[in-house]
Structures are given as structure tokens and as C-alpha cells.
T-cell receptor
Framework: SAVISQKPSRDICQRGTSLTIQCQVD?????MFWYRQQPGQSLTLIAT?????????ESGFVIDKFPISRPNLTFSTLTVSNMSPEDSSIYLC?????????????FGPGTRLLVL | DAKTTQPTSMDCAEGRAANLPCNHS???????VYWYRQIHSQGPQYIIH???NNETNEMASLIITEDRKSSTLILPHATLRDTAVYYC?????????FGTGTSLTVIP
């Protein structure tokens, strides 16, 4: 089955600093997605990361705060910039895998971020 | 993507069938119904999806009404490990927008 990994699995950061989260997929995919899950809440889509073009951000999320890179078809990074305690969340990446006509999203294990 | 509505929480006795409803009355013809679950804030796990016909796999069954305005996820013999938040999503298959889901508790 498809594997999606994330690094780091968790981190504790000081406010004002930035953290870059890595997402690795074990097969080539056109699109990758980044989500945020605040404590006790559901998942919120941050952006869609397409290889070879700029990421597409959802309403309420901006590139300056959450810059995304997509250097190839198996890898993406999300940076949480100038962090504040409100950024404490689980950050998850996902990718459509499976090879069927309608693809299924698979999710990474998440990165648990605590900002002090 | 169509909005989905699910009960906030449900209980189910261990060994019994868990029936989780989802309302998606504004679903369009090209949107599929997907079900995911999330255990202990792990990454969401894919369960099943369907368009019009009922579907079954090793994890669950999906029953979609003829008008496609609602569906039911059935876990035939719930175990304690099925305790999780279950999300119903209506989507064409690209972006997945999660609602609040149903928190299922399987009771011994």
C-alpha cells in the first residue's frame, strides 16, 4: 500500500521562529495537499501543491505565512513562518494515490507542532 | 464540493453493527461519497467510497440512497479499535474538505 511520511513527527518551537515540514510520497503524484488540524477540530485544507507551479491557497491562508515548495513529484515542504501560539496544530500532508479512475487521498501521520 | 451533515457522536456496542449516517442533499452528479476515519489524531484513514451503487470492502459497507442525498457507513461487527472520528466527504476526487465528523465510541 502507498506510504506517505512526514518529518518531523513533532516539534516544540518558540514564537517568531519558522518550521519547515517535509512530506515524502513513495510514488509520483501530480498534486499534494497540506492540511491543518487545530486542537479538537477537524482538518482544514491549507493549500494544493502542484509540481512546477505555485501552490494554490485556500481562503484564509497566504503564501507569506505558509510557503510551500514542490521540487519534484514525490516531495513537498510546508513552512510555518513567524510562528505564534495560535499556530499550534497538527499539520498533515496528503496525496491522491491508488491508480484507480477516481483517486483516493492518503494521508501522512502528521506533524504535531507546539508553539510557546 | 457538497456540504455534508453528520451526527456529532454515536455509541455502539462491541460486536454489533455500527451504522453511521451522512446527509449530502446538495451533492452533484459527479461527486463521490468518501468515508475516512481518524483515530487518536493520527492521519485520516481511507475506508470506502462510492458514486451511486452500494459498495463493500474488507472494512465496511457503504449504502447510498437512490436519490444520492444521504448515505450510511456500516461497520458490520464493531470492535474497540473502531472507536474514532468518522468523516463523510462529498467530492469530485481532488480537494477533500472535511466536516466535523461523527465521534464513534464502541462500548465493551
Amino acid at each position: 500500500s502507498a506510504v506517505i511520511s512526514q518529518k518531523p513527527s513533532r516539534d516544540i518551537c518558540q514564537r517568531g521562529t519558522s518550521l519547515t515540514i517535509q512530506c515524502q510520497v513513495d510514488s509520483q503524484v501530480t498534486m499534494m495537499f497540506w492540511y491543518r488540524q487545530q486542537p479538537g477540530q477537524s482538518l482544514t485544507l491549507i493549500a494544493t501543491a502542484n509540481q512546477g507551479s505555485e501552490a494554490t491557497y485556500e481562503s484564509g491562508f497566504v503564501i507569506d505565512k505558509f510557503p510551500i515548495s514542490r521540487p519534484n513529484l514525490t516531495f513537498s515542504t510546508l513552512t510555518v513562518s513567524n510562528m505564534s501560539p495560535e499556530d499550534s496544530s497538527i499539520y498533515l500532508c496528503s496525496a491522491p494515490l491508488g491508480g484507480r479512475r477516481v483517486e483516493t487521498q492518503y494521508f501522512g501521520p502528521g506533524t504535531r507542532l507546539l508553539v510557546l | 464540493d457538497a456540504k455534508t451533515t453528520q451526527p456529532t457522536s454515536m455509541d455502539c456496542a462491541e460486536g454489533r453493527a455500527a451504522n453511521l449516517p451522512c446527509n449530502h442533499s446538495t451533492i452533484s452528479g459527479n461527486e463521490y461519497v468518501y468515508w475516512y476515519r481518524q483515530i487518536h489524531s493520527q492521519g485520516p484513514q481511507y475506508i470506502i467510497h462510492g458514486l451511486k451503487n452500494n459498495e463493500t470492502n474488507e472494512m465496511a459497507s457503504l449504502i447510498i440512497t437512490e436519490d444520492r442525498k444521504s448515505s450510511t457507513l456500516i461497520l458490520p461487527h464493531a470492535t474497540l479499535r473502531d472507536t474514532a472520528v468518522y468523516y463523510c466527504i462529498a467530492t469530485t476526487g481532488n480537494q477533500f474538505y472535511f466536516g466535523t465528523g461523527t465521534s464513534l465510541t464502541v462500548i465493551p
